[in-house]
């Protein structure tokens, strides 16, 4: 089946229809492609860090998906497991053409909900959307105030110097965080 692709900065899209039913479900091997452009359309954009294949199948357990009716990925979310009470949500990325239906709000709850059901009180991600993230309960905290294994993968990040992300948290349960 050939599908018909759309120009979207360097990065070509597959065309999706809005509206579609969409399944969030955990990301499989075959998803690895669909996810690392998803990614990198925003990523060349500035709005986040692009993900190698590597990486990404490295890493493919963190991941879920939604999937619309046609079979197109059209979001991906990550739920990284850091230390026994704290997980990083990273690699949000929604299909530009499916903007503004609530799928970025669907993926980090459901995010949320893989975190409670492993037991973890609380998540944060890196952001510059901090209005999105405050919008579902997370607050603004500072880099000082996340653990250190936090910073493991900022060495290496080429923003490291100048980097324009904002640190959000959210507790999951009673007396995570400090309180």
């Known amino acids: 089946m050939l599908e018909t692709r759309i120009e979207l900065s360097p990065v070509s899209l597959p065309e999706v229809q ?11 091997l075959s998803d690895v492609d ?9 990523a060349e954009k500035g709005l986040m860090l692009v993900r190698s294949h590597s990486h990404l ?24 497991v850091l230390w026994r ?4 949500i990273r690699g949000l990325a929604v299909h530009p053409l499916r903007q503004g239906e609530g799928l970025g709000r669907w993926l980090v709850l459901g995010a949320e909900r893989e975190a409670r059901d492993l037991g973890l009180p609380q998540v944060f991600a890196w952001t510059l ?20 294994k936090v910073w493991s ?3 290496a990040c080429p923003f490291y110097e100048n980097c324009r992300e ?4 959210k507790r999951l349960s009673p007396g995570a965080f400090g309180g």
């Open 34 to 42: 669909a996810i690392y452009w998803l990614i990198r359309y925003w």
């Open 85 to 88: 009470d704290l997980a990083e």
């Open 166 to 169: 904002i640190a959000v948290i």
């Open 153 to 155: 993968e900022c060495n």
């Open 129 to 148: 959307q901090v209005g999105f993230f405050r919008s579902l309960g997370y607050q603004v905290t500072t880099r000082e105030a996340l653990p250190p």
């Open 18 to 28: 809005r509206g579609r039913a969409v399944e969030l479900r955990k990301a499989r």
């Open 57 to 80: 199948y490295e890493n493919i357990r963190d991941f879920q998906v939604l999937e619309d009716e046609d079979g197109h990925i059209v979001g991906t979310v990550a739920l990284h």
